[in-house]
């Protein structure tokens, strides 16, 4: 391979990224804005802690159509764990229980993800299969998601080139999960079943960054339907990730899109550290095939241990077992991630698969003085039978899981003989990644025979075609050219209020800058002071914005007709002040003039600013200020 080693996260270029290879795609979920479930007809969105039953179910998996197990579902099975659904009647039926079968596909949820494959610009299906996909993680509790591709070979501009929209999909929420510990994990079931589409690009993106830019248009693109469920937990990305001589490697769940870019860029630096780790071993004559390790029980040896994770262990009555790792001298030290090294790979299957789950689960001979005396881990070596050129890593836990345990290490030791594994990653808060799973492979899909397929017919996309937004970087680029305020631009173009701004421009002449400041700073401006800007819909802005055009209110008015409507709950005209006459301003001038008789100016020059200003705080709610500014030049 290249010889190429990683720079620091901020030294990386293109350039660097292109060097090793670099390649990602996404797989976007964003829950759909619908009042009931996919295949239920419970209510969707209704989130609570509360719970009124548990219920106990083990993991089992099943046979393909073609005779075969996935892999992950096996690496599932071996975990043994103990799944718990907290459930709440108000939001959970028998179906998510799976005591029941589905009712027909949500036709809403359906019309949303239609719609987002045409703004796509995707092939839509003429007729939806739902096919059955294994979870055997738990966080089903049918051991399946019910899921169905409805569009497919799309594609968006970014750049000087297109990102390929490889297929979308619409499928069923999964629970969320409360804790997972041991052998017990424990799920809330209320957002089980509630629609999302899944959006799958091409591994098109070329940096870390490309990728985080990407998934933002694409969740904008969406979002511009104002058809998606938004908050914490609505919408997740997966990201793949490899490099030359790597693999796909799948990032689950990552949270925020701004997350992306270090993600990425560690897993990448995983990969290409791994490679060198592979070519390292060959080097010391090490493959796949001449791969050798075995383990001892040295429970007794280390009864006396002052290593206190150990010696916890032995007062416990628990095992303490020792693999030898032949030929693998400092190679548990090897660097893959940013301050990550080989050795955690090694922690991670146990943490998951043997469910050792309390950390420190592991320690090496790599790492000699930080855990055993120097002494304690000669003993050791003499005991396993190690040699210099051989490293040792110990374990301990109850008798099954360290069984289970010691032959994961041994299997995860010999991978690095091969290279990449292709697994299923999750995304930690530093930045780095951890072991999952197994990534799945086609073996977990399958059909469903409870439900009928669905016909999409032309005249179905054609009432939906009319409703669909413009693509929101046209509209941007139209933002651009009307000069509105550059903060303004995104979140107008993905607005509710996209289009009333594009009326009241085009047909009412509104100045572009005040409607954009109106539609998206005046809210943010009401919120901050305790206001549900929620209440505000498109006819209250219409309405507003309409006496604006009539002259019966300021700029400033719009702010105030605005929060009286909210409190209102819709614009009444009455809200309106009562409107000033050309007669009642010259009045207002004048009994200005008089009081400022009794306040000493420093400037005499700023008689007719400071007139303005006092003015305009009496009559600014139904007056422009361009009207005052020049009844005061007469008077003056």
């Keep these: 391979m290249k010889e190429f080693i990683f720079k620091s996260f901020e030294e990386m270029t293109g350039k660097d990224y292109e060097t090793v290879g670099f390649k990602s795609g996404l797989e976007i979920h964003q829950q759909l804005l619908t009042s009931k479930k996919l295949f239920c007809r419970c209510p969707a969105g209704m989130y609570s802690e509360k719970y009124d039953a548990e219920i106990l179910r083990h993991m089992r998996p099943t046979l393909s159509e073609l005779g075969e197990y996935d892999g992950t579902a096996l690496m599932e099975f071996k975990t043994k764990k103990d799944i718990t659904y907290r459930i709440n009647r108000d939001t959970i039926c028998t179906y998510e229980m799976d005591d029941t079968p589905p009712f027909l596909i949500n036709e809403e949820a359906l019309d949303i993800a239609l719609g987002c494959g045409m703004l796509f610009d995707c092939s839509i299906v003429d007729e939806l299969h739902i096919v059955r996909k294994q979870y055997l993680d738990g966080s089903i509790p049918t051991g399946f998601q019910r899921t169905a591709i409805f569009a497919l070979n799309g594609k968006i501009p970014f750049k000087n080139r297109q990102i390929d929209i490889v297929q979308m999909s619409i499928e069923e929420d999964s629970c969320r999960e409360v804790s997972d510990s041991g052998h017990s994990r424990i799920y809330l079931a209320d957002r089980l079943g509630m629609p999302l589409i899944e959006t799958v690009t091409g591994p098109n993106m070329k940096t870390p960054f490309e990728a985080a830019e990407v998934a933002e248009m694409c969740a904008n693109l969406v979002r511009s339907t104002n058809k998606m469920r938004r908050g914490i937990g609505s919408a997740r990305e997966d990201v793949n990730v490899s490099v030359d001589g790597g693999t796909r490697i799948e990032i689950k769940?990552?949270?925020?899109?701004?997350?992306?870019?270090?993600?990425?860029?560690?897993?990448?630096?995983?990969?290409?550290?791994?490679?060198?780790?592979?070519?390292?071993?060959?080097?010391?004559?090490?493959?796949?095939?001449?791969?050798?390790a075995k383990w001892e029980d040295i429970t007794r040896l280390v009864k006396k241990?002052?290593?206190?994770?150990?010696?916890?262990?032995?007062?416990?009555?628990?095992?303490?077992?020792?693999?030898?790792?032949?030929?693998?001298?400092?190679?548990?030290?090897?660097?893959?991630?940013?301050?990550?090294?080989?050795?955690?790979?090694?922690?991670?299957?146990?943490?998951?698969?043997?469910?050792?789950?309390?950390?420190?689960?592991?320690?090496?001979?790599?790492?000699?003085?930080?855990?055993?005396?120097?002494?304690?881990?000669?003993?050791?070596?003499?005991?396993?039978?190690?040699?210099?050129?051989?490293?040792?890593?110990?374990?301990?836990?109850?008798?099954?899981?360290?069984?289970?345990?010691?032959?994961?290490i041994i299997i995860r030791a010999k991978e690095a003989a091969i290279g990449v594994p292709?697994?299923?990653?999750?995304?930690?808060?530093?930045?780095?990644?951890?072991?999952?799973?197994?990534?799945?492979?086609?073996?977990?899909?399958?059909?469903?025979?409870?439900?009928?397929?669905?016909?999409?017919?032309?005249?179905?996309?054609?009432?939906?075609?009319?409703?669909?937004?413009?693509?929101f970087w046209e509209r941007e680029d139209w933002y651009n050219q009307l000069a509105i305020p550059q903060d303004t631009i995104r979140e107008l173009s993905i607005s509710k209020f996209a289009k009333l701004f594009k009326y009241v421009v085009n047909e009412w002449k509104i100045n572009p800058t005040l409607a954009a400041v109106a539609?998206?700073?005046?809210?943010?401006?009401?919120?901050?002071?305790?206001?549900?800007?929620?209440?505000?819909?498109?006819?209250?802005?219409?309405?507003?914005?309409?006496?604006?055009?009539?002259?019966?209110?300021?700029?400033?008015?719009?702010?105030?007709?605005?929060?009286?409507?909210?409190?209102?709950?819709?614009?009444?005209?009455?809200?309106?002040?009562?409107?000033?006459?050309?007669?009642?301003?010259?009045?207002?001038?004048?009994a200005v003039k008089e009081e400022m008789k009794s306040i000493k100016l420093f400037d005499e020059e700023n008689t007719a600013k400071v007139l303005m200003g006092l003015v305009m705080n009496k009559v600014r709610i139904n007056v422009e200020g361009k009207i005052v500014s020049e009844k005061i030049l007469n008077h003056i």
């Design 305 to 408: 241990v002052y290593y206190q994770p150990v010696r916890s262990a032995i007062e416990q009555g628990l095992s303490v077992k020792c693999v030898v790792l032949s030929g693998f001298a400092g190679l548990l030290h090897w660097q893959t991630q940013t301050d990550t090294y080989f050795s955690k790979e090694i922690s991670d299957r146990v943490r998951v698969i043997a469910c050792l789950t309390n950390i420190p689960n592991i320690i090496h001979s790599d790492s000699r003085g930080e855990n055993l005396t120097s002494a304690e881990w000669l003993n050791i070596k003499r005991a396993a039978g190690a040699t210099d050129d051989d490293s040792m890593v110990i374990v301990w836990g109850n008798e099954i899981d360290t069984d289970t345990a010691v032959k994961e």
């Design 422 to 471: 292709s697994e299923t990653r999750q995304a930690l808060r530093d930045g780095t990644n951890g072991f999952e799973r197994i990534l799945p492979g086609p073996d977990r899909m399958y059909p469903d025979t409870d439900l009928p397929p669905t016909r999409i017919t032309s005249e179905r996309l054609e009432k939906l075609q009319v409703n669909l937004p413009e693509k």
């Design 519 to 590: 539609l998206i700073q005046y809210p943010k401006r009401l919120k901050r002071n305790g206001v549900d800007v929620a209440l505000i819909n498109e006819e209250m802005m219409r309405e507003i914005f309409k006496a604006y055009k009539d002259g019966l209110l300021s700029r400033h008015g719009i702010l105030v007709a605005v929060r009286k409507s909210i409190v209102k709950g819709k614009f009444y005209s009455e809200l309106l002040p009562k409107p000033v006459t050309t007669k009642e301003i010259d009045e207002t001038i004048s």
């Design 253 to 292: 769940g990552v949270p925020k899109i701004g997350r992306i870019p270090l993600l990425t860029y560690n897993e990448a630096m995983r990969q290409w550290n791994l490679l060198r780790l592979r070519d390292e071993l060959h080097k010391r004559k090490i493959t796949k095939d001449s791969f050798s």
